[in-house]
């Protein structure tokens, strides 16, 4: 079963950047479509960006401009980097990927989370 795994955050100022990895097992990463979620301390988790196996990408409209999603399939990683970072991009950030048609990866697999905290 594909496991996922993030790195990179942290504290920085409003302004600053970060940029997230997301690291994936296994021999199916190139199958996996990758989404980026984040859950701020008493909100839902929300759909921060995606990409497909085709490298099509998605955001939401609050980091669209700010934030850019990325893989690399040779390292079975992927990517958020993160921009012009505000206090309201405080929060947990999950990776959760999957893929179609394939016992290993259909279910979905999500890392354990990563803090980003944005503040002076």
């Known amino acids: 079963q594909v496991q996922v795994a993030e790195s990179g955050g942290g504290w920085v100022q409003p302004g600053g950047s970060l940029r997230l990895s997301c690291a994936a097992s296994?021999?199916?990463?190139?199958?996996?479509?990758v989404n980026w979620y984040r859950q701020a301390p008493g909100e839902q988790r929300q759909l921060v960006a995606l990409?497909?196996?085709?490298?099509?990408?998605n955001y939401a409209d609050s980091v669209k401009g700010r934030f850019t999603i990325s893989r690399d399939n040779t390292k079975n990683t992927a990517y958020l980097q993160m921009n012009t970072l505000g206090p309201d991009d405080t929060a947990v950030y999950y990776c959760?990927?999957?893929?179609?048609?394939?016992?290993?990866?259909?279910?979905?697999?999500w890392g354990q989370g990563t803090q980003v905290t944005v503040s002076s």
């Open positions: 959760y990927a999957y893929c179609r048609g394939l016992s290993s990866c259909q279910d979905g697999a």
């Open positions: 296994g021999s199916v990463f190139r199958l996996l479509t």
């Open positions: 990409i497909t196996s085709g490298d099509l990408t």
